[in-house]
């Protein structure tokens, strides 16, 4: 594997909102094709118990446990879960990955996230409003139009300061491609370029992809040594990855 390029991890989540794909490498079954939605039953969870604990894997237990959780139903997301410390995890769909993503209708991707409390308000609405304009049809370009026309109107949040969330879930699938990735952070900070945070440079263990986030921010991931649950997580470059 390339290793300059496999540490580009595609956000979705757009991101957070991002769900994460390695940028630039085909998905493991190249015969797949993504090009358009599936039916909508096949990105949703049946189980709001199985949803719900999928969710709170994204953070370490002393946070997820106090968390608001939202799970995903055909009428948008809604809280399962009223949480006390401000935090607020839920499981991301494939399109919350970026448009360019050749898994942007992945109904296999599973995203959990759990979003601190200033991410909960600037950055967790990206999420709730690329949900809504899926459930009510738009296609992928006019999802992409739509909110680039947000964006100009200047009706999109702006990151708030301290912006970051946890995507440390050892049961999430990020793509054909990704598997479950890395265990990771991620910090949402208004568009900035990549040499601001010394990402995707030797040695650095920060991480950007840079494809098109249509939403006004810049993502940087930082891969951790541990999944949610205290266990050893594949380290970035390693053999395993």
């Not at 399962?80 to 209708?105: K, Y």
């Amino acid at each position: 594997m390339n290793t300059n390029r496999a540490r580009r991890c595609a956000a979705a989540v757009a991101s957070s909102a991002v769900l994460c794909a390695l940028a630039g490498f085909a998905p493991a079954n190249a015969a797949t094709s993504y090009e358009r939605m599936a039916p909508l039953e096949e990105y949703l969870i049946p189980d709001p118990h199985a949803e719900i604990a999928l969710a709170r894997s994204a953070a370490p237990a002393a946070i997820s446990d106090k968390a608001t959780v939202l799970t995903l139903n055909p009428q948008g997301y809604e809280t399962a879960i009223h949480g006390t410390n401000g935090f607020t995890c839920l499981v991301e769909r494939s399109w919350m990955s970026p448009f360019a993503s050749p898994e942007f209708w992945n109904p296999k991707m599973r995203g959990p996230v759990c979003y601190n409390p200033a991410a909960s308000k600037s950055i967790l609405p990206y999420t709730l409003r690329r949900t809504k304009l899926v459930l009510a049809g738009r296609s992928k370009a006019q999802m992409l139009d739509e909110i680039r026309a947000a964006a100009a109107r200047k009706e999109l949040p702006w990151p708030e300061p301290g912006a970051m969330s946890f995507m440390m879930s050892k049961d999430g699938y990020l793509g054909d491609a990704a598997g479950h990735w890395h265990s990771h952070l991620m910090f949402h900070v208004p568009k900035v370029a990549a040499a601001s945070w010394g990402a995707n440079l030797p040695g650095s263990p920060v991480v950007l992809d840079d494809r098109e986030v249509a939403e006004p921010e810049t993502i940087f991931l930082v891969p951790v040594d541990h999944w949610s649950d205290g266990t050893a997580a594949p380290i970035m470059g390693s053999a395993s990855e």
